[in-house]
């Protein structure tokens, strides 16, 4: 009998130290302590993802002027109440991406992605980028952050 009660309380504490979950450290700085920025993040790029990058960046400057540009999740990240869009520099392409892009008007079918929410472009070089197109896209997603509220907190 003893010894089946020792078995039990040895499974016990078996299962219950099983359910603690993990402690998780970061493991480095974070970009920000780093001091990686937007200009640093296009400066380490010398070729035609480069330039891209900062085509859409002035593209974005002008299609929302008081859009805050930082590096988030180890990207350009572009914020209007709430994260809006994105740029993710790849070997062969740049993504530019959007958070509500799922909701945005795709008249080219330039928007690329089929999850619920986000949605991407695929840059192969400068001459890619459609301008007006973008810029559209990039004031609508702003204007939706304006209405719906920032997408990065789900309710």
């Known amino acids: 009998m003893a010894t089946r009660k020792k078995a039990a309380k040895k499974a016990a504490a078996k299962k219950a130290s099983a359910k603690k979950a993990p402690v998780r450290t970061p493991v480095g700085p974070s970009a920000r302590e780093r001091g990686v920025t937007v200009a640093s993040y296009v400066a380490s790029l010398r070729d035609w993802r480069g330039e891209t990058i900062s085509a859409l960046r002035?593209?974005?400057?002008?299609?929302?002027?008081?859009?805050?540009?930082?590096?988030?999740?180890?990207?350009?990240?572009?914020?209007?109440?709430?994260?809006?869009?994105?740029?993710?520099?790849?070997?062969?392409?740049?993504?530019?991406?959007?958070?509500?892009?799922?909701?945005?008007?795709?008249?080219?079918?330039?928007?690329?992605?089929?999850?619920?929410?986000?949605?991407?472009?695929?840059?192969?070089?400068?001459?890619?980028?459609?301008?007006?197109?973008?810029q559209g896209m990039v004031r609508t997603a702003v204007e939706l952050n304006r209405i719906k509220g920032d997408p990065a907190k789900r309710r």
């Open 58 to 134: 002035r593209l974005i400057r002008e299609a929302s002027p008081d859009a805050v540009e930082s590096i988030k999740w180890g990207q350009p990240v572009y914020e209007a109440q709430g994260p809006f869009a994105y740029i993710k520099a790849y070997k062969s392409h740049v993504n530019f991406g959007f958070w509500r892009g799922a909701e945005l008007t795709d008249p080219k079918g330039i928007l690329q992605g089929s999850g619920s929410r986000m949605r991407h472009v695929e840059l192969r070089s400068p001459a890619d980028i459609d301008t007006a197109t973008l």
